[in-house]
């Protein structure tokens, strides 16, 4: 029912779409050579593993809330404070970033997702769980609104819905990479916090990766030899 609502609501939003104004013919981007910078490689580790992170507090939270003894719709209910602590995140974090910095509160964002996996590591009753949610939503919906303008304010915008294509597969790899991981160990061990430590360490190198960004000058279309070099 969800998805043929959604699938609705989005054709109606496509028909209300008017063509945009061609003001200038669009200059040809080197997205492959973007595509081959430090900064594009550490974004992509960082986001492949905080994936990992988000995908396996998915997946596992409310198996793991219904372990210590919560009731199934306590631990389903775990998911919806992640997705509504992310609009926080999202909105929260992003209006921050023109005060304190894009780049530093994108990096503040993966702290709070390594917070949340140590609040996790340590969490043996539902309440613990709830403040997890909260500070996982936060982390998470920081990362997902800022990354595209974190690629913006590096590249440019030439380019840029091709290299965030590029770039988002990340967060496929780590769907494909962090759940099944997880529950495998889950199965042989019989234990639910195997999925918590995938989670934490996967925080850890993802911010490892993050604070590696410097702030740099803008790349442009014009410039695919700087981008190649970096």
Known sequence: MFGWASMAMLLGCAALLSRPPVLRAKDTANVMGMVRTRTFVLLYIALIFAGIAIYCSFVFLPAFAMDIGA?????????????????????????????FGL???????????????????????YSVLFIFALLMGVGYGGIAAMT??????????????????????????????????????????????????????????????VIR?????PLTASEPQAATAD
Not at 111 to 125: A, M, N
Not at 160 to 173: D, K, Y
Not at 213 to 217: D, N, V
């Open 71 to 99: 009731s199934h719709v306590a631990g389903a209910a775990l998911i919806g404070y992640v997705g509504a602590a992310s609009v926080v995140g999202r909105l929260g974090l992003n209006a921050l970033a023109p005060r």
């Open 103 to 125: 780049l530093n509160m994108y990096k503040a964002s993966y702290w709070i997702l390594l917070v949340s996996c140590s609040v996790w590591l340590l969490s043996h009753t």
């Open 148 to 209: 595209p303008a974190v690629a913006a304010a590096r590249y440019g915008i030439e380019g840029l819905g091709e290299l965030l294509g590029i770039l988002m597969t990340s967060f496929g790899i780590a769907c494909l990479v962090g759940p099944p991981l997880a529950g495998v160990l889950v199965d042989y061990t019989h234990d639910y916090k195997w999925p918590v430590f995938v989670a934490a360490l996967s925080s850890v190198i993802a911010l490892g990766a």
């Open 213 to 217: 960004l410097q702030a740099e000058e």
